[in-house]
């Protein structure tokens, strides 16, 4: 019968599963950062359009983070309707 190679490893352990250990909880820590940023920038960014702060943990849920940024993009902001009727109410001078 045949090996298929597995007596080349070594079987001491060694540094290597410590390292990749390690990069896999570095990744995860990075991710975990990026993502916490963003969703952050989002409910920051929701608060001043209008919205509510909330609308930014939307981002959480896996469709939907697709969605919200298509939601802003495309649809009137309250800030937005708020600015218009100010502008409507002030007499043209």
């Known amino acids: 019968m045949t090996d298929f190679g597995f007596s080349s490893f ?3 352990g060694g540094a290597a599963p410590v390292f990749i250990v390690i990069v896999i909880l570095l990744g995860v820590l990075i991710g975990l950062a ?7 920038s989002f409910c920051r960014i929701f608060s001043k359009a209008g919205y509510s702060w909330a609308f930014g943990l939307l981002l959480l849920i896996p469709v939907a983070n697709v969605v ?4 802003l993009a495309l649809s009137d902001w309250p800030i937005e309707k708020q600015l218009r009727q100010a502008r409507h109410q002030q007499p043209n001078t």
Not at 34 to 40: D, R, S, W
């Open 10 to 12: 070594p079987q001491g």
């Open 34 to 40: 990026v993502t916490a940023l963003t969703i952050f």
């Open 68 to 71: 919200v940024p298509l939601v």
